[in-house]
């Protein structure tokens, strides 16, 4: 009765949350289903001690009164004071269907961006290096992709002007770059049965000797993992909108610092 009491004291709370509903970009699923929840902002404030509260409400006096651990909703003091005096007045974070985009004093930072395919190729690389629940995340996806959620984290401000949180419900990112790079890398790391990397067939015990250490020997157990999973190579791009790694050839979802990269 007491965790029924919890949940239904929790819904309220972020019934009552400021703003309007955010709306993932994504459409139906695969099968044609239509499903999407869409959810106002909401804020979670911390006072001087690292308390959480929500519409006004400290969410430890909550919990204590349901059974539950007060401590759970407490964050380290230090942490609060760090941000503080950097000026950090809130961070939010949004599920937009096709990314997560986050934000500090209203200010877009990078974000994490994806396809549907780019995030099924990203479970079956966690697979590959022992992950649980693969299975079950991936009959998940449909519905997290299509969940509209926006979280805030408001740290005391002081006597500092208040900081109004982003209006945008989508991420207007800065154009890219147009000028030419000016350095170009691009190499190829292989490894033997051994987990030992090369580089132009030159190994990294010999690297070393030149006083290039490479420090990325695999674990002969993870590298049987990856070939038991096919995984036959991971190239990592970094370009000026942002950097993204593939696997086999696949892309895995993105850090963005423009939008256009998940295009």
Request: some cysteine.
């Amino acid at each position: 009765m007491r965790r029924a009491l919890w949940v239904i004291a929790l819904v309220a709370l972020v019934a009552a949350g400021c703003g309007p509903a955010v709306t993932p970009s994504a459409g139906p699923t695969p099968g044609g289903e239509i499903f999407v929840v869409a959810l106002p902002r909401i804020v979670v404030d911390l006072d001087e001690q690292g308390d959480m509260a929500l519409g006004g409400v400290k969410l430890g006096e909550v919990a204590g009164f349901l059974g539950q651990n007060p401590a759970a909703f407490r964050v380290d003091k230090s942490l609060v004071d760090r941000m503080t005096a950097a000026g950090v007045q809130h961070l939010e974070v949004r599920q937009l269907g096709d990314r997560l985009a986050l934000f500090e004093n209203g200010k877009p930072l990078p974000h994490i961006a994806w396809t549907d395919e780019s995030l099924y190729q990203a479970v079956d690389l966690a697979a590959a290096f022992g992950a649980q629940g693969v299975d079950t995340f991936k009959n998940l996806l449909p519905i997290v992709r299509r969940l509209g959620l926006d979280v805030a984290v408001r740290f005391p401000r002081g006597d500092q002007a208040e900081i109004p949180f982003v209006e945008s419900s989508a991420i207007e990112p800065a154009p890219a770059p147009t000028a030419p790079p000016n350095v170009i890398a691009r190499f190829e790391v292989k490894y033997d049965q051994a987990g030992t990397p090369a580089i132009l067939g030159v190994s990294a015990a010999e690297l070393q000797k030149l006083g290039l250490n490479l420090n990325a020997n695999l674990d002969p157990a993870m590298l049987q993992q990856l070939q038991s999973k096919d995984i036959q190579n991971l190239e990592v791009n970094m370009k000026p909108s942002g950097l993204t790694i593939y696997a086999n050839g696949n892309p895995l979802p993105v850090l963005a610092w423009d939008r256009d990269i998940a295009r």
